[in-house]
């Protein structure tokens, strides 16, 4: 059983479970904590800084922090990291004056930005200050990309994304909206230093099955049509729309079929209903707007019956697993009619580089997606880097903006003639104690035992009758504090020095969680992690989460704590008499090209 | 400072008999000071009295003065508890025995309360086989007061001020077992694996039970000159056999190995399982135990373990053969049967 590395980061970081799960390692329980102290444009700027959208994303972050949030772990649900997001991004105060200065001279580099989504504007964020000259090409009349066009308003209001975007515009950029890059053959001409492409994946699929040229009137495709509604230029919908797909594009056009005027709009999906791939609560919303859901049935004919479309004709399946997990669908012979007036398919969508000639040194793979160096996210023409969806395939803003910063790190070394591979600058970070006196700590260590708040919301009666009106309204005051108290604070790390330990036991003693434990380890056995394993407290560990194994102690006993369950409550360290623990909260600088 | 300890617990935490968790027989959180050795008995009282299912309501917790006798506050908050006068925790518990024998007495007291101010009390409680288990959690000073040596320190140590200890110690261990007590042992705080078996086998025993845990004093009496620190401790604790404790419903899985391995089977059917460390170890001498315990004290070692074990021997109910039914259960005709059975007491004196 291998010591732990505590000269690095790495054990620290996937203890904060939700940094660690965040692709740009927001620093949640550092906000969180502003927000407890009703720092709220504090906590809006620590969240500016590494996910630039914090106004948005606190409302439609695809959350992957709060299935990895230790809360749940210790009862039923996360802290609700994302809502605590939306508070802080809405109680701020005017942030004008914390943003960066932008330098009058500029560095004499230039860089292109090919679409205006997520990605691209942290590149432009990161870029900008440190004196480059940007320049962003978008085909769409206005910034945002997929957060302007595939997301409806209802669930994030138009002022937010102005808000947001404008604080990254107003840093001095170029921009062509409404101007299409043809050809990236040409655009290498432009005298660019570097060209970053963020042009997401904006061809959805269509589902082609017999019927489909015949009934093609009444067919759309999801995120065109929202795009269209985005822009106006939809404005009404039948009465009877059927939705297939089951993800969260799917969930945003049912709602907005309802909201212009459909009165009966049914999803069907072919996976079971807790399979489907679309956020749990984007589901729940949709039935309590009463959207019918239908799992289990797969789409197999467009139905027309002369000139006259019908509808879509459905096989009911079933969904089995193999043992690895697999599924299948297996039918059961049963089909289902269901009439209807528009499809909107909302069944995946694709990256789409015609305009990429395939002569000019970037080189695409067997599907079709950029070579790239994953770290980097450089291409194989090296001033030509990629972000977003349009790197890997659909992801999330979230993920987007993660690569933003990578990209902008990268352009930055390449900029200066450096390897963006291995001048990569190393991630800084610090471990500073809490201590504030004997018992005192620096933070509220104290564990709340409150049950998670759910989010005020307009009645789903009112809600259904506007396509711009925010369905949810967010925490109020009272309820953001006793949601921040929820969080354990796993960015408090306990730390353990084996060299002042007394082995007392008043920390496993006192632990509340039976996550210490000294363990005597039998001659010749101390690579045998089962037989150290078998006299933990609590034998069962978490193969998810690493435990924190210290050097021999001077009985030649080891500790181990198993971090799966720590509540970071400091009673280990409280109660220690030698300090041999101590409360450290970890700081990461992790997105290297930004503002210092 | 947090004077809250969270309810939340692992979620994969074992349960007993009764369906309840360790947590469950916890009490309020210890304001001893921070490392504490009592702490550490605490924590491995309350584990004794969840593996051996114990409902807490039928324990009574008694205790004297000292950081000792308050260290009961931090554990089973659900059992009954008296915090006595000092040195007087035996007579309190005799009458509380007297009046509900039905009760298990856990007493837990130091080494001011037992070796000093109530020395006498503790003499004459091991000699009425009292059914009960008396704990001294023994550290060699008197921390509640700032640390002045006690009757159980070492002669020549010095306390943390440098004051040496002119008297020749008292070992309670040696004590009770002269004054013929049937269950005898000593542990050491830090050394749960030693410590649970000996409480679970203690509180099972019917008779007097002693329990001697050394239990550094971390504020006053853990620095190096010592000889109940914990480096001290560590460094020369030795032990002459290990004890497992087998209670009566667990099946016994493997077989006990002649002159290596002695089973002793107590009064309610359990085993205490006995792994001789050293050959000529045995449980039912009460003169060797003596012997051995000093000869280690010579050589600068704490001889810990089970000392002396007698599951046959008579308890104070038997010795003074007293109703089965607890006094408490009597109801007044009974307890008081008037003047008919008090004269023909009177008549038979005259």
């Known amino acids: 059983m291998k010591n732990t590395d505590t000269s690095s980061y790495q054990h620290f970081l996937k203890v904060v479970d939700c940094q660690h799960a965040c692709p740009a390692h927001t620093p949640v329980p550092e906000y969180i904590r502003l927000i407890a102290e009703k720092r709220y444009t504090d906590a809006y700027m620590i969240n500016w800084q590494s996910n630039v959208f914090p106004g948005v994303l606190g409302r439609v972050c695809d959350r992957p922090c709060e299935p990895a949030c230790r809360r749940s772990r210790v009862e039923d649900k996360p802290v609700a990291i994302c809502r605590l997001k939306r508070v802080a991004s809405d109680y701020k105060a005017d942030i004008h004056s914390y943003l960066p200065t932008i330098p009058q001279q500029k560095n004499g580099k230039r860089v292109a930005l090919i679409g205006a989504g997520p990605a691209s504007m942290t590149v432009a964020r990161d870029l900008v200050p440190l004196g480059y000259e940007v ?4 085909r769409d009349a206005l910034a945002g990309g997929m957060m302007r066009s595939q997301i409806p308003a209802f669930r994030l209001p138009e002022t937010v994304l102005d808000e947001e975007l404008s604080y990254i515009l107003q840093m001095g950029v170029e921009c062509h909206f409404g101007e299409e890059i043809s050809s990236l053959a040409n655009l290498l001409q432009a005298k660019f230093d570097a060209i970053f492409i963020g042009t997401g994946a904006p061809a959805g699929r269509w589902l082609e099955m017999p019927g489909h040229d015949l009934a093609s009137a009444h067919i759309e495709v999801g995120i065109n049509w929202l795009s269209n509604v985005s822009f106006k230029h939809t404005e009404a919908a039948p009465k009877r729309v059927v939705v297939l797909g089951g993800g969260n594009t799917a969930m945003d056009c049912c709602r907005t079929a309802k909201r212009l005027g459909a009165s009966e ?4 999906v072919r996976s079971s209903f807790d399979d489907m791939k679309a956020s749990p609560w984007e589901k729940e919303d949709a039935k309590a707007e009463g959207i019918i859901i239908k799992s289990d049935h797969t789409p197999i004919e467009y139905v027309m019956s002369g000139d006259k479309f019908v509808g879509v004709l459905f096989e009911k399946v079933s969904s089995s697993y193999d043992e690895k997990g697999k599924r299948t669908l297996v039918s059961t012979g049963e089909t289902l009619l269901v009439e209807c007036d528009l499809v909107l398919v909302a069944v995946g969508q694709d990256t789409a580089f015609p305009w990429i000639e395939r002569d000019i040194g970037v080189k695409f793979n067997k599907w ?5 160096n994953q770290q980097t996210l450089q291409s194989t023409l090296e001033q030509v880097f990629f972000g977003g969806d ?3 395939g659909p992801e999330n803003i979230i993920t987007a903006v993660a690569n933003g910063h990578q990209a902008a790190i990268s352009i930055d070394l390449f900029c200066h003639g450096k390897s963006a591979e291995q001048d990569r600058p190393e991630v800084g970070f610090n471990l500073i104690s809490q201590k504030m006196g004997i018992h005192d700590w620096s933070y509220h260590s104290g564990i709340s035992h409150e049950e998670r708040n759910l989010v005020p919301h307009i009645p789903w009666e009112d809600a259904v009758k506007s396509l711009n009106t925010e369905v949810e309204l967010g925490f109020d005051e009272k309820l953001a504090l006793e949601e921040a108290h929820r969080c354990l604070n796993c960015d408090v790390h306990t730390v353990f020095n084996e060299k002042t330990c007394i082995e007392c036991s008043a920390c496993d003693d006192i632990c509340p969680m039976d996550c210490i434990n000294f363990v005597e380890v039998d001659e010749g056995l101390v690579n045998d992690a089962s037989n150290i394993l078998e006299k933990l407290r609590v034998k069962e560990v978490n193969p998810e989460q690493e435990l924190l194994v210290s050097p021999a102690l001077k009985t030649g006993h080891i500790m181990i704590k198993d971090e799966d369950v720590c509540l970071h409550c400091g009673l280990c360290a409280e109660r220690c008499p030698t300090g ?4 450290k909260k970890l700081t990461i600088d992790n997105i290297g090209a930004t503002i210092k | 400072m947090s004077y809250q300890k969270s309810k939340f617990h692992h979620p994969r935490l074992p349960v007993n008999d009764l369906g309840l968790t360790y947590r469950d027989y916890e009490g309020a959180l210890s304001t001893l000071c921070a490392g504490c050795g009592h702490d550490a008995i605490t924590s491995a009282i309350v584990q004794a009295c969840f593996e051996l299912s114990l409902p807490p309501h039928q324990v009574a917790k008694m205790s004297g003065i000292g950081c000792s006798s308050k260290a009961p506050n931090y554990f089973l908050n659900k059992a009954h508890g008296f915090n006595s006068v000092h040195g007087r925790m035996p007579s309190v518990t005799t009458g509380a025995n ?4 039905d009760l298990t007495y856990l007493a837990m007291s130091g080494d001011g309360d037992s070796a000093s101010i109530g020395l006498g009390q503790f003499a004459h409680v091991v000699r009425r086989q009292l059914d009960m288990l008396y704990i001294v959690a023994n550290n060699g ?15 020549g140590v010095t306390n943390k001020t440098g004051e040496l200890s002119l008297f020749t110690d008292i070992d309670l261990c040696v004590m009770a077992l002269q004054l013929g007590a049937t269950f005898v042992a000593r542990s050491f705080s830090g050394d749960k694996k030693q410590l649970v078996p000996l409480i679970k086998a203690a509180i099972s025993h019917q008779g007097f039970a002693f329990l001697d845990i050394v239990s550094p004093c971390v504020t006053f009496n853990n620095h190096a000159s010592s000889t109940r620190s914990y480096d001290y401790v560590h460094e020369h604790i030795t032990t002459a056999a290990v004890t497992d404790f087998i209670p009566v419903k667990k099946e016994i899985t493997s077989d006990c190995q002649a002159g290596v391995c002695e089973d002793v089977c107590l009064h309610d059917g359990s085993l205490m399982r006995i792994h001789k460390l050293q050959a000529d170890y045995s449980t039912n001498n009460a003169m060797k135990a003596i012997n051995d315990i000093e000869n280690h004290k010579q050589k600068g070692e704490i001889l810990t373990g089970l000392f002396y074990l007698d599951p046959n021997g008579d308890s104070f109910h038997e010795i003074n053969n007293s109703s089965d039914t607890p006094l408490n259960k009597l109801n007044q005709d009974v307890l008081c049967p008037g003047n008919r059975v ?6 038979s004196f005259r």
Do not use: C
């Open chain 1, 265 to 268: 709009v049914t999803v069907l």
């Open chain 1, 580 to 583: 041999a623990w101590d409360m």
């Open chain 2, 98 to 101: 007297l009046a509900n024998r």
């Open chain 2, 342 to 347: 008090l004269s023909s007491i009177n008549d």
């Open chain 1, 390 to 392: 349009a790197a890997f």
């Open chain 2, 141 to 155: 000073v008197y921390g509640l007061t700032k640390g002045q040596l006690a009757a159980t320190a070492d002669k």
């Open chain 1, 368 to 372: 079709q997606q950029p070579e790239l």
């Open chain 1, 135 to 138: 320049v962003i090409y978008e």
